[in-house]
């Protein structure tokens, strides 16, 4: 059984940083094989695509709102990525999920973590 762990939430003021973690479990999986993605989802409001990163770790994407602020990684001998924020914002404030993805570009994960709660205060 797969599972994606997110870790790394909690409560921070605005301009602050939080570096999220996904930590992939599984008899024999192992993310290296699977494109990464991180969402989120503001209360009241759809989940929406924030970054995805390729097997490799050669290619990424940031949605627009995030560009220049968030950073996702990788490490797959630790089966784990990562999604550094800074210059975090009130609107950024969601649950973060994490996602694995048989293909780049495709943001139609596989697999899904639980979510860790973003709190940015003003």
């Known amino acids: 059984q797969v599972q994606l762990v997110e870790s790394g939430g909690g409560l921070v003021q605005a301009g602050g940083s939080l570096r999220l973690s996904c930590s992939a479990s599984?008899?024999?999986?192992?993310?290296?094989?699977?494109?990464m993605e991180w969402f989120r989802q503001a209360p009241g409001k759809e989940r929406v695509f924030v970054a995805a990163?390729?097997?490799?770790?050669?290619?990424?994407n940031y949605a627009d709102s995030v560009k220049g602020r968030f950073t996702i990684s990788r490490d797959n001998a630790k089966n784990t990525v990562y999604l550094q924020m800074l210059s975090l914002k009130p609107e950024d404030t969601a649950v973060y999920y994490c996602?694995?993805?048989?293909?780049?570009?495709?943001?139609?994960?596989?697999?899904w973590g639980q979510g860790t709660q973003v709190t940015v205060s003003s």
């Open positions: 990163i390729n097997s490799n770790a050669r290619s990424t």
């Open positions: 599984g008899r024999t999986f192992s993310i290296s094989t699977y494109a």
């Open positions: 996602a694995a993805s048989v293909n780049f570009d495709d943001y139609n994960p596989r697999y």
